[in-house]
């Protein structure tokens, strides 16, 4: 979080995007649609702008989204959250997960999380206090894995709180149901709650590969807190327009940090993010676009592959890490701020999402991860590009 002169550093996000943008590179670091999500949910939000919803919503959000949330729980996964009490609106999944850990861990707590691991993840545990502990993702013909071992041994009498992520930024990975089991195990054995980021829920990418929230693993609903947003599911990454649910007792230490950090979340965004969940046109267009990314997901591993790099295949989420180590080069990090002025291409390094000289920072350190979100043409232009490097 702190860089050697104290001060806090800009995310990776910002910095390769910024590169990306002086450089005049194609941008495939930050992960953000090219395309928009549906016309009918950016009328909605201009409608609700028109009649005049401008002022402070409700703390924990209006009641139509968290219905809507609440009912979209029900539909695909059986869970049954109380919209009144066990819903929170949040000023996207970013402010949940901050809020989340800010609530229920402090300092002499473990929070436990994959490795690699979403680089928001370690900022909001160390704001919190708490130690952060991992257990590795491993590449395997599978894809990356959890090493059930070392998850196993990363518990301990002071993990406090699992922080899941499935589909996983940034390896693509969706967590098995025997993977989920293991965790559900361990976390109820020691007694540790459970904060899942399933913002990619409806981003899986293959026929046999389904999402499975945590929660509806047996026993699990009470010690868990779920966590999604509007931003990956419709294509409106800049709406910050997220979601917890669980339990009554989590959800309100939840929004009783969220009143301080935001007090409340964008009043127009919420009635059209309600129309979204419930609109059966827009359903189909979230289908068409996991469809599409699917397509998108094959093109740039193929080109990444017919490139030179080593290709892990991702199973969700709008991205995919590659090996630059059969290119040559061994540093993921400094690849990345050369690869501007050696190909035109942005890309982030794996690196950003490991701990500094862990088993699996060193394991991924020649990795790249790239994002598929984007039109053909660009990815087909960057595939162009990354070809110089050979
Ligand atoms: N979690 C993960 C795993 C993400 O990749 C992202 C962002 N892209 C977020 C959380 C943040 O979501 P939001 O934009 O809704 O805050
Ligand atoms: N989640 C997106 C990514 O991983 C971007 C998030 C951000 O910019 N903070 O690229």
Same mark, same amino acid.
């Given at each position: 979080?702190? !860089?050697?002169?104290?001060?806090?550093? +800009?995310?990776?996000?910002?910095?390769?995007?910024?590169?990306?943008?002086?450089?005049?590179?194609?941008?495939?670091?930050?992960?953000?649609?090219?395309?928009?999500?549906?016309?009918?949910?950016?009328? !909605?939000?201009?409608?609700?702008?028109?009649?005049?919803?401008?002022?402070?919503?409700?703390?924990?959000?209006?009641?139509?989204?968290?219905? !809507?949330?609440?009912?979209?729980?029900?539909?695909?996964?059986?869970?049954?959250?109380?919209?009144?009490?066990?819903?929170?609106?949040?000023?996207?999944?970013?402010?949940?997960?901050? +809020?989340?850990? &800010?609530?229920?861990?402090?300092?002499?707590?473990?929070?436990?999380?994959?490795?690699?691991?979403?680089?928001?993840?370690?900022?909001?545990?160390?704001?919190?206090? *708490?130690?952060?502990?991992? +257990?590795?993702?491993?590449?395997?013909?599978?894809?990356?894995?959890?090493?059930?071992?070392?998850? !196993?041994? *990363?518990?301990?009498?002071?993990?406090?709180?699992?922080?899941?992520?499935?589909?996983?930024?940034?390896?693509?990975?969706?967590?098995?149901?025997?993977?989920?089991?293991?965790?559900?195990?361990?976390?109820?054995?020691?007694?540790? &709650?459970?904060?899942?980021?399933?913002?990619?829920?409806?981003?899986?990418?293959?026929?046999?590969?389904?999402?499975?929230?945590?929660?509806?693993?047996?026993?699990? +609903?009470?010690?868990? &807190?779920?966590? #999604?947003?509007?931003?990956?599911?419709?294509?409106?990454?800049?709406?910050?327009?997220? /979601?917890?649910?669980?339990?009554?007792?989590?959800?309100?230490?939840?929004?009783?940090?969220?009143?301080?950090?935001?007090?409340?979340?964008?009043?127009?965004?919420?009635?059209?993010?309600?129309?979204?969940?419930?609109?059966?046109?827009?359903?189909? /267009?979230?289908?068409?676009?996991?469809?599409?990314?699917? #397509?998108?997901?094959?093109?740039?591993?193929?080109? &990444?592959?017919?490139?030179?790099?080593?290709?892990?295949?991702?199973?969700?989420?709008?991205?995919?890490?590659?090996? #630059?180590?059969?290119?040559?080069?061994?540093?993921?990090?400094?690849?990345?701020?050369?690869?501007?002025?050696?190909?035109?291409?942005?890309?982030?390094?794996?690196?950003?999402?490991?701990?500094?000289?862990?088993?699996?920072?060193?394991?991924?350190? #020649? /990795?790249?991860?790239?994002?598929?979100?984007?039109?053909?043409?660009?990815?087909?232009?960057?595939?162009?590009?990354?070809?110089?490097?050979?």
């Amino acid at each position: 979080l702190l !860089a050697p002169d104290g001060q806090v550093r +800009a995310t990776i996000f910002a910095e390769m995007s910024a590169l990306a943008e002086s450089t005049g590179s194609v941008n495939l670091g930050q992960g953000f649609p090219d395309v928009d999500g549906p016309a009918s949910v950016a009328r !909605a939000a201009a409608q609700a702008i028109a009649d005049g919803r401008n002022q402070y919503p409700p703390g924990p959000g209006i009641p139509a989204l968290r219905h !809507a949330v609440a009912e979209h729980q029900k539909a695909h996964y059986g869970l049954d959250p109380d919209p009144d009490r066990e819903v929170l609106v949040t000023t996207g999944a970013t402010e949940a997960l901050a +809020a989340a850990v &800010l609530a229920l861990a402090g300092p002499g707590d473990e929070v436990l999380t994959l490795e690699p691991f979403y680089d928001a993840y370690a900022a909001v545990i160390a704001l919190s206090g *708490a130690t952060h502990t991992t +257990a590795p993702l491993r590449a395997t013909p599978d894809g990356f894995r959890v090493d059930l071992d070392a998850l !196993a041994t *990363a518990f301990t009498d002071r993990t406090r709180l699992v922080l899941l992520n499935t589909p996983h930024n940034p390896t693509g990975t969706v967590l098995t149901p025997d993977e989920l089991a293991a965790v559900a195990r361990l976390a109820t054995a020691h007694d540790a &709650l459970v904060v899942t980021d399933e913002v990619y829920e409806h981003l899986v990418l293959d026929p046999g590969v389904r999402h499975v929230p945590i929660a509806t693993l047996p026993g699990m +609903a009470e010690r868990t &807190l779920t966590i #999604s947003s509007a931003g990956k599911t419709f294509s409106f990454t800049g709406w910050k327009v997220g /979601w917890v649910t669980g339990p009554e007792h989590l959800v309100t230490a939840v929004r009783t940090v969220k009143q301080f950090l935001t007090y409340v979340s964008g009043a127009p965004f919420q009635p059209a993010v309600a129309f979204a969940l419930r609109d059966p046109d827009v359903a189909a /267009w979230v289908r068409d676009l996991a469809a599409s990314l699917a #397509s998108r997901r094959d093109r740039l591993c193929a080109g &990444l592959e017919a490139a030179g790099f080593g290709v892990v295949r991702p199973q969700g989420t709008y991205f995919v890490l590659a090996d #630059s180590a059969p290119l040559g080069f061994d540093d993921g990090a400094a690849l990345c701020r050369a690869l501007p002025g050696l190909a035109g291409v942005v890309g982030v390094p794996v690196t950003a999402f490991t701990h500094d000289g862990s088993d699996v920072d060193r394991a991924l350190r #020649s /990795w790249v991860r790239f994002t598929f979100v984007k039109r053909d043409e660009v990815l087909d232009e960057a595939v162009a590009r990354l070809s110089r490097l050979r």
